[in-house]
């Protein structure tokens, strides 16, 4: 189904939570051509690799927990990784990656 047709469709459907403006107006900002492309994809990868990488956050070093392993060698047995934090480094990562390319759509667009 393309645009139009969605466009059509929805014209002839009732109303509901939102109403029809608002679909067909959200429905007309989707650009056709907007796909991601191995150049957008590797640099959201590299902006978020990066941004992992810088954060000390990632590990809870409160819940280490160490043995006396072969040798009187000290090991790590146990430690809580922080996913929130790596969820909200992706998501932070991700929302700037939108932000840019819908400033760059809008500059392109002379809006």
Partial sequence: MTKQQTIETLQKQLPSF???EQVISIINGIEDNNTLNDDSIQMIIKKISRSLHD???????DSAEFEIGYDNRIELSNIDVDVDKILEIVEDELND????????VELERGE
């Fill in 55 to 61: 954060s000390n956050d990632l590990i809870d070093r």
């Fill in 97 to 104: 990656c939108v932000e840019q390319n819908s400033d760059i």
């Fill in 18 to 20: 939102y109403s029809l």
